[in-house]
Structure formats: C-alpha cells, structure tokens
C-alpha cells in the first residue's frame, strides 16, 4: 500500500460527515419533507372533502397542491415533486429516472429509492400507495359528478382505475450540489435497506461506506481491473470482503446471479455489490430476480435500477 493509501484510510474521522450526510441525514430529511406534503395537503383535502365531497378535492387538489410543492421546494432547496406514469396532472409526468424507479417499484415491495449522481446530486423517492379513500376520484368506477369534475380539470386524466393497495406514484425529492454531498461512488444506489450497488469505490470513499453502516463488499471485477488491494484495506476497515470476478458478458449467467444471490443472502447488515459502474451488478441481480420468478420486465426493471445498462441486450436474451 503506497503513502497516498495509508493517507486516504486515516482520514476517516474526516469524511464521516459526508457519510452520514448521505445515507442517513439526506434520506431522513427527504423523508420529513415528503411526511410534511402529505399532512399538509391531506389536511386541505380532509376538510375540502368535509365541506363538498369529492368533486370539492378535486377543486382544491388541483388549486394546492403544485402550491404547496412550490412552497416546499423553496423552503428545503430542493426539487419536491409527485409523479405517476397514470398522471391526473401533466406537471406530474415522471422524467426517465423517475420512471425507471417507478418500473422498480412496481416489480417488487420497494417503499423507497435512493441514488447519487455525478456533481454531488442525488434523488430519494418514496412509494405512493392508493389508500381506500383515494378510490373515489382515482377508482375502477367513479360518481357521474366526479367524473365530470375530471373531465372540466383534467381533460387528459389519466389516474383512474386503480384498486386499493395500488402503486399510484411517487413523491420525488431531488437534491442539487449546493444541499447536498455525495459519497462519490459512481452510480451508487441504495435499492433496499441492506443493499447498495455502485461502480467502483476509492480508498476514501470505502472509508465513508464503512461509516454508512457498510459491513460486506462483494467485488465483481477482476484483479487486473484493480488499481489498489481492496481486500486489504477493507480487512483493515473491519469490513468483510469478498471477490467474485465477472469479467464482462461471457460471465453474465444464471450460475453466477445463483453466486452473487447467495452471497446477499449469507450477509448480516449492509452490503455494497459493486463493479466498475454498476452494469454487471444490475445484469446479475436481474437473472437473479427472473430465476426467483419475476417477469421479464419486472427484471429488467431491477436490473436498470441496479444500474444495468450495456448489457441489457444480453440479459434480455438470457431471461426467460
């Protein structure tokens, strides 16, 4: 291990903010803003509902609530937003990653998403479920005047027919540089409460994974591919490490998705599953997430969130 190495590991007290800042400070405060929309404009609806029914909330929901996510937006410094791919309002149309995590979430019990971007921005998003009281503007079968409250607001409704316990969206927190320091790990996404995946770390930047509550990392790239001892410095963070090389698409198969899936599955607490970008992670989690019976899109979907993205013609070939 060169000077700059030994460097980099001793400056864990340093970047231990930064680590917290991530994954615990930015995902709670995503969390309360989104808490904080909620009960605000559940309030106005319970008492618009109170006062004039449904076509009343259809009223007011159209009027408060893009005011209310202004607002908000403003007070945090951030980019709050509600998306669904069934949009009552195009303002709530989701951009291409907001979809992405809706393909996700619609493919497996996911409540929330987190991921990093380049320049320190970062995006949290959290599952919106239809709740039997939603059912009256946003059911299989609505009143005739709630139909026609739709037709006078939202010509181009498209949120209805859904059922209860439904996806119906997501509350989108979108955090810039100046809110907001990342970790630095390329692509690095937080897809449950124990997995994260990314591309490669730095020797810093393993240092703030151990600080996030990181305690396994699973290595799919070769020893070539390495520019430090990754083992090493992660056996001197206190960090498990285990290496399963894929060397490209030749190794994107169902044997080695049943290889990552059990090392997951053996872990206790968090782990980081990571390769150069992400892209051989996202193909193995998704013939892994196939083999235990998604469809193909519900894979794809995992896939995509986990960061698949060259090898996606190889997976779709290999998927069932």
């Known amino acids: 291990m060169n000077k700059k190495q030994l460097i980099s590991i001793a400056i864990i007290g340093t970047v231990f903010t930064a680590a917290v800042h991530a994954d615990t400070m930015v995902i709670s405060k995503s969390e309360a803003i989104v808490n904080e929309f909620q009960g605000e404009l559940k309030s106005k609806l319970v008492q618009a509902m109170k006062s004039g029914g449904p076509v009343n909330a259809i009223e007011v929901c159209k009027s408060e609530a893009p005011v209310i996510t202004q607002l908000m937006s403003k007070k945090y410094n951030v980019e709050l937003q509600r998306v669904s791919k069934k949009h009552r309002n195009p303002i709530n149309k ?12 619609e493919s497996q019990p996911a409540n929330s998403y987190y991921q990093e971007f380049g320049d320190n921005q970062a995006i949290y998003a959290k599952k919106i479920t239809t709740a039997k009281v939603c059912l009256a503007c946003h059911g299989d079968v609505v009143d005739a005047s709630v139909a026609s409250a739709l037709e006078k607001h939202y010509p181009a409704d498209l949120a209805t ?8 969206g997501i509350f989108s927190v979108k955090w810039s540089a100046n809110q907001h320091k990342n970790i630095g790990v390329k692509n690095l996404r937080k897809v449950d409460q124990n997995l994260w995946v990314g591309g490669q770390p730095s020797i810093a930047q393993i240092a703030e994974l151990k600080e996030a509550g990181i305690t396994r990392i699973i290595n799919l ?3 070539k591919e390495m520019k430090f001892d990754e083992a090493k410095v992660a056996d001197q963070l206190g960090i498990e490490y285990v290496s399963l090389p894929i060397a490209g ?3 994107i198969n169902f044997e080695n998705s049943r290889k990552v899936r059990k090392l997951l599955d053996e872990a206790n607490g968090k782990v980081l599953l990571h390769c150069a970008s992400s892209n051989r992670v996202g193909a193995l989690l998704a013939l ?7 469809s193909k899109s519900a894979s794809l979907a995992i896939g995509k969130a986990s960061g698949l993205s060259s090898l996606e013609k190889v997976v779709t070939t290999l998927l069932k």
């Open 161 to 168: 027919g859904y059922k209860e316990g439904d996806l119906r």
């Open 94 to 105: 989701p951009d291409a990653m907001q979809t992405t995590i809706l393909d996700y979430m």
């Open 288 to 294: 892994s997430a196939n083999e235990k019976g998604a």
């Open 221 to 223: 790239r070769s020893d």
């Open 249 to 251: 698409a030749k190794d």
